[in-house]
């Protein structure tokens, strides 16, 4: 027929990119898993750690000759024996908060925190083929176990839920109804710059952070000392920023913790 229009492809939503946390994503659907056990995290600290160790005996080896004959070999192994005590002592103190013990917690974070072990435990997951998602799966997972709760948050208002609006309609619906039941305060950030905003209105005792892997470990830089936070890695079924799902059952346990409020969960 003359007048027939010719076949068009059924029109689909456009997938949303997002600044330059995803220059790497092409945009395409598909499942993105990111599940990477806690363990993981410490093994490559771990390496981290025994490359340091290797890479100061080397500067050692070639530098204290030449300082012993000023006569100040010695101060270089006060300096090496003072920097492998402190990585030994942080890795142990990594070891012991994981397990859940106080002490090794306040230790991490009197040792500086884990922050900086992001980048090195980036490169060697690269080694082994790890992308910098699952890495930064596993650090969330370990910073759960090392965060320092503050005191029992008596008005629910007080504890802040960020979420991002990328979540889909069941699991926005699920953060709702657990707004309802507890009563705490609650963001949908479009970004960094409205999850700031949305702290800085509400001024939270404590945060419960639900986002990507890459999103949460740039929060957890910035929040890290001021304000306690749990967070909790979003499943991307579609691919990032497109219809992710989060499990609920962690957020209310997070929830109640921070409330202090045990027993059975309010909402099913």
Not at 1 to 12: G, L, N, R, V, Y
Not at 52 to 66: C, I, N, Q, Y
Not at 82 to 105: D, I, R
Not at 212 to 238: Q, T, W
Request: glycine share 12%; proline share 7%; net charge positive.
């Amino acid at each position: 027929m003359p007048f027939e229009k010719p076949d068009q492809p059924p029109a689909t939503d456009p997938d949303r990119k997002l600044g330059d946390e995803w220059v790497d994503w092409d945009g395409t659907r598909q499942q993105d898993n990111t599940e990477t056990p806690a363990w993981v995290f410490v093994v490559l600290t771990g390496l981290t750690m025994a490359s340091a160790m290797a890479l100061g005996g080397l500067a050692l080896w070639l530098v204290a000759p030449r300082l012993s004959a000023f006569g100040t070999g010695w101060l270089v192994w006060v300096i090496a024996a003072a920097g492998a005590g402190y990585l030994l002592a942080w890795y142990l103190s990594l070891l012991l908060g994981t397990q859940g013990l106080g002490a090794g917690k306040q230790m991490v974070r009197f040792l500086g925190g884990i922050r900086w072990a992001i980048s090195p435990a980036v490169t060697w997951g690269k080694v082994f083929g790890l992308s910098r998602d699952r890495v930064g799966h596993a650090f969330v997972r370990i910073y759960n176990r090392l965060e320092v709760l503050p005191p029992l948050i008596q008005d629910p208002v007080r504890l802040l839920l960020l979420a991002p609006r990328c979540l889909g309609r069941e699991s926005m619906q699920g953060l709702r109804a657990l707004k309802d039941a507890y009563g705490f305060s609650q963001v949908v950030a479009f970004g960094g710059t409205e999850a700031r905003k949305g702290i800085a209105q509400h001024r939270p005792q404590g945060i419960v952070a639900v986002a990507c892997e890459r999103d949460l470990l740039v929060g957890i830089k910035d929040l890290h000392g001021r304000i306690p936070v749990l967070a909790f890695s979003i499943r991307r079924p579609d691919g990032p920023c497109k219809n992710t799902v989060v499990d609920l059952t962690q957020i209310e346990e997070a929830i109640r913790m921070f409330l202090g409020q045990p027993g059975k969960p309010a909402v099913k």
